[in-house]
Structures are given as structure tokens and as C-alpha cells.
């Protein structure tokens, strides 16, 4: 079982919906989460990071965060051709380095 | 401030040549990282060093040195390069305080080894 899941998509939505992304991480012990975005031929960027229960919001984006469940998922709201991208989570266990998922391609159509 | 570099932005190799990729940071950042990139894998780690004077082997590490050389620079050594070593390299920094572990990231090397 891989430490950090994601489907790899794409994930089309039409321009104004929501987009969800999802997240699934194999260590209970993991204490932070990252969602980073990464247009194609760029490096990634963060765009948010969530470390309690629940739902932190900025701007259109929306993290959300279940530990119970080894969930973590990122919303965008009213959607956008320029959110087009590959999406990343990333989860913190300890000292260690972050481990990444494999990605999620965003593809929101005018 | 120019954040995260790299050089070179991109490199061919011949199988078994050797190259060193670069990576500086003026962020002052204790930590840095070298990670890989490969279609549908993600960024896998290959090492990383937490500060200056240590290095740790990450994910996927056979084929590969490393060097912190000070606090700004990190290299990545290709003894002998294989082709299965094609890729884009990339390098990040960050400083973490308690919980927090932004990572900032060069703009990458593509390699491509023949």
C-alpha cells in the first residue's frame, strides 16, 4: 500500500463548479498535510496546509482534514480554466521528510 | 531574492558519464531536499539534508550522492548514470517550525540519459 494515495484523474469540471480532490494516507501517526499545485512543465507551489480536524478555508480553497478516516481533501470553489493543474498531497509523519501522492490532473473547461 | 536554483536546467547524458546538478538557496533554510519526478510517480525523495552537515537517504536513493556544502548548497552526483535514471530532478528548501513544512522548490532539471 502506497503511504499517500490520489486518484490520478484527470478530473474535468465545467468553469464556476467545485472541485474536490481527495487524499488518502496510510500513517495514523501522520500529524501535517500539504496540498501543492503544479502547472505542467512547472515546480510545485503550495496552496495550503492543514493540521487539525476539520475545514480551514482561503479564498476559493478549502482543505478539509479526518484523521479518524486517513482522509484529506482540498475544495476549489467556483472553478477556473487557470486552476488547471496537476494537484499534490503531501503528508508530514514526525521528523521525517514529506511524502507525496502521485497527483491529481485538474481540468476545468470553459 | 531568487529563492530556489538550479543548474543545469537541462542535460543529456550518455549511459555510465557522471554529472553533478546543482541547487543553492538564499532563503536560509536548514533544510533541503532532491526529489525526482516521473510521469504518473510523483516526486519521490531521493535524499535530503535537515541541516548543514547531515545528509539522509530518502525513497529512492541507489545511484546517487550527495553533498550539503553549506548551509545554501546541496548538490546531487550521478556516479554513473543509467538510463533509468531519466527524469526531472527537482530541489526544494524549508524551514520548519513545529507543525509547519513549506517547501519551496527550484525549477527543475530534465536529465535524459541515452
Known amino acids: 500500500q502506497k503511504e499517500v494515495e490520489q486518484n490520478s484523474g484527470p478530473l474535468s469540471v465545467p468553469e464556476g463548479a467545485i472541485a474536490s480532490l481527495n487524499c488518502t494516507y496510510s500513517d495514523r501517526v501522520s500529524q501535517s498535510f500539504f496540498w501543492y499545485r503544479q502547472y505542467s512543465g512547472k515546480s510545485p507551489e503550495l496552496i495550503m496546509s492543514?493540521?487539525?480536524?476539520g475545514d480551514k478555508e482561503d479564498g476559493r480553497f478549502t482543505a478539509q482534514l479526518n484523521k479518524a478516516s486517513q482522509y484529506v481533501s482540498l475544495l476549489i470553489r467556483d472553478s477556473q480554466p487557470s486552476d488547471s493543474a496537476t494537484y499534490l498531497c503531501a503528508v508530514r509523519t514526525g521528523r521525517r521528510a514529506l511524502t507525496f501522492g502521485s497527483g491529481t490532473r485538474l481540468q476545468v473547461q470553459p | 531574492n531568487a529563492g530556489v536554483t538550479q543548474t543545469p536546467k537541462f542535460q543529456v547524458l550518455k549511459t555510465g558519464q557522471s554529472m553533478t546538478l546543482q541547487c543553492a538557496q538564499d532563503m536560509n533554510h536548514n533544510s533541503m531536499y532532491w526529489y525526482r519526478q516521473d510521469p504518473g510517480m510523483g516526486l519521490r525523495l531521493i535524499y535530503y539534508?535537515?541541516?548543514?552537515?547531515?545528509?539522509d537517504k530518502g525513497e529512492v536513493p541507489n545511484g546517487y550522492n550527495v553533498s550539503r556544502l553549506n548551509k545554501r548548497e546541496f548538490s546531487l552526483r550521478l556516479e554513473s548514470a543509467a538510463p533509468s535514471q531519466t527524469s526531472v530532478y527537482f530541489c526544494?528548501?524549508?524551514?520548519?517550525?513545529?507543525?509547519?513544512?513549506?517547501?519551496?522548490f527550484g525549477p527543475g532539471t530534465r536529465l535524459t540519459v541515452l
Open positions: 539534508s535537515a541541516s548543514e552537515g547531515t545528509t
Open positions: 526544494a528548501s524549508s524551514i520548519t517550525q513545529g507543525l509547519s513544512d513549506t517547501q519551496y
Open positions: 492543514i493540521y487539525s480536524n
